[in-house]
């Protein structure tokens, strides 16, 4: 069972940066995908970008954030620059155990972290 722990979001005006860490437990953190979604107040959750065989980035994101991996560390990093109050949002993290193809559906991650809120004030 692999279980999944966000961190980093915060409050932060726009234009600014920010962090996520996603960090892993349980499971072979390399051999399997993760995803980063995101879910606004009254919104669907929504792909963000993943990182498997490469990396995908969800159009309204590209060029703004980076996703990475540390193997060694078992964690994930979503790298958020150029932020927008249209970013705000509570950002999750969720893995595909035995896979490292990156999908952008939700229901094909197994596994999914508690999530961790992100404010961009305008």
């Known amino acids: 069972q692999v279980q999944l722990v966000e961190s980093g979001g915060e409050l932060v005006q726009a234009g600014g940066s920010l962090r996520l860490s996603c960090a892993a437990s349980g499971g072979t953190f390399s051999s399997y995908a993760v995803g980063w979604f995101r879910q606004a107040p009254g919104k669907k959750r929504e792909f963000v970008a993943g990182?498997?065989?490469?990396?995908l980035y969800a159009e309204s994101v590209k060029g703004r954030f980076t996703i990475s991996r540390d193997n060694d560390r078992n964690t994930v990093y979503l790298q958020m620059s150029s932020l927008t109050p249209e970013d705000t949002a509570v950002y999750y993290c969720?893995?595909?155990?035995?896979?490292?193809?990156?999908?952008?559906?939700?229901?094909?991650?197994?596994?999914w972290g508690q999530g961790t809120q992100v404010t961009v004030s305008s």
């Open positions: 969720a893995a595909r155990t035995r896979s490292l193809a990156i999908v952008t559906t939700t229901v094909l991650y197994s596994s």
């Open positions: 990182i498997g065989w490469g990396t």
